[in-house]
């Protein structure tokens, strides 16, 4: 009988993508993971906003950021995009938590671009520093990704470049899809921050728990939700996608047993805006992973 590795390695082959792969449960577990690729460099996308998410519940935490505080924010001055302020045509205030919540829930770049300009990326990489997550780096938010793209593909505008990555019929090297570039991470370091934040190691346990909340509250049910179609069972994560990039990190807790850390990064073979076998695979390894931690042969 095959792997569970070599399963996830033909899941992403049929799904016509490649992919790196960890998983773990919180708890401190000698030998207990399932690993495809854990420890190589990914592109991040905006997977970013998880530690983002982490580094500004630090400065709630220290009370050097009040959480209820307004914000006001337009949203021609941020990032586009399709969910969140950017969907939005006239001002709106909102509070940090508020803003944070938008970040996570439908991966609101308008929302991370506000949060990352009040938090900075210095504190962004002390967190990085603080979790001993030496392999991740994060270079900048949507914003930067945006004027890289412009500047790769020779385009005018965001809307431009975003289009031409989308056709499968050009030839881009682009930044956006080069871990030496751009924010990246591992997929055993992924699934160590989330470990921190359900165990309450990352800030303090009432941040953490802020945390997990907002992350239950991801509306996508198309990745690693789709590997888990069962009452009970709950999956919250944070996804990222770039062009042929498409991405998930979440923790799947299954009544009464020990919650799991899962990351799932890949890489597919065309660009489209909708590649439903590449979100099902993502479900799918998601799915092999797990059941094989829960399997009780470790």
Partial sequence: MASVEE????TLRHAGATGWVHAVP????????VAVGADELVVMASVYKLPLLVALCARFADGSLD????????????SPGPTGIAAFVDPVTLSWRDLAASMIAVSDNAAADVILGEVGLDAVRAVLAGCG????KVVGGQADVEAALVRDTGTASAAEAFALLADNDAALTVSAYDPAFASATTAREMTRLLAMIWTDDVVDAHQCAFMRRLLGLQVWP??????????????????GTIGAIRNEVAVV?????????????TFAARADGFLPAVDAAIGECARLAVTELRSGRW
């Fill in 26 to 33: 919180i708890v401190d577990s000698p030998g207990r993971e």
């Fill in 7 to 10: 399963r996830i390695a033909d």
């Fill in 222 to 239: 198309h990745r690693v939700r789709a590997g888990f179609p069962y009452a009970g069972v709950e999956v919250a994560g944070k996804t």
């Fill in 253 to 265: 807790s299954f009544p009464g047993e020990t919650p799991i850390a899962v990351a799932v990064f």
């Fill in 67 to 78: 959480p209820a505080a307004a914000v006001r924010v337009h949203p021609a001055s941020g």
């Fill in 133 to 136: 997550l030496g392999a991740t």
